[in-house]
């Protein structure tokens, strides 16, 4: 199993990016697939998840309006897009895979290794 996320970057406030995470090893399809994010000193946080066929989302609280969660069943990609970049949005940001919907991170057996984002002016 492998999840690799790609796409983290220096931002300024306000701005954007999009984070992709390629995932390959297992049936993709079948799985929820979500972000989570972890800040310097921090746990780690729920950030997005999307259901296996890419109809359903849910977005923690925080960042709700403001990142979209796709995915590309075809390609065993998923993706976040992130728009109206904050300060306190500096974090890794991590794909996992779980059978099942949680925001739980010990309830995700599948990791990718993490792609730094960084809000800065």
């Known amino acids: 199993v492998q999840l690799v996320e790609s796409g983290g970057d220096l931002v300024q406030p306000g701005g954007s990016l999009r984070l992709s995470c390629a995932a390959s090893?297992?049936?993709?399809?079948?799985?929820?697939m979500s972000w989570f994010r972890q800040a310097l000193g921090k746990e780690r946080e729920f950030v997005a998840s999307?259901?296996?066929?890419?109809?359903?989302?849910y977005y923690a609280d925080v960042v709700k309006g403001r990142f979209t969660i796709s995915r590309n069943n075809a390609e065993n990609t998923v993706y976040l897009e992130m728009n109206s970049l904050k300060l306190e949005d500096t974090a890794i940001y991590y794909c996992?895979?779980?059978?099942?919907?949680?925001?739980?991170?010990?309830?995700?057996?599948?990791w990718g290794q993490g792609t730094q984002v960084t809000v800065s002016s």
């Open positions: 996992a895979a779980t059978s099942g919907f949680s925001v739980a991170s010990d309830q995700y057996p599948y």
């Open positions: 999307v259901s296996p066929g890419g109809a359903h989302t």
């Open positions: 090893g297992f049936t993709f399809r079948i799985y929820d």
